[in-house]
């Protein structure tokens, strides 16, 4: 499991035990942007292994 995908568990953990509205979701956000940077960085490396093939 990567870096950024453990980092927006963690968020997402954060975010169920926040008691206020800006707070659960700041952590949501941050979730998907740790989500969004984990898939981008395996992306390039799926189409450069599908191009020398």
């Given at each position: 499991?990567?870096?950024?995908?453990?980092?927006?568990?963690?968020?997402?953990?954060?975010?169920?035990q926040?008691?206020?509205?800006?707070?659960?979701?700041?952590?949501?956000?941050?979730?998907?942007?740790?989500?969004?940077?984990?898939?981008?960085?395996?992306?390039?490396s799926v189409?450069?292994?599908?191009?020398?093939?």
């Amino acid at each position: 499991m990567s870096y950024f995908v453990r980092r927006a568990e963690q968020q997402l953990e954060l975010a169920q035990q926040a008691n206020h509205e800006q707070v659960v979701h700041a952590h949501y956000e941050l979730a998907n942007l740790y989500l969004d940077k984990a898939y981008s960085d395996s992306a390039p490396s799926v189409e450069i292994a599908a191009a020398a093939a």
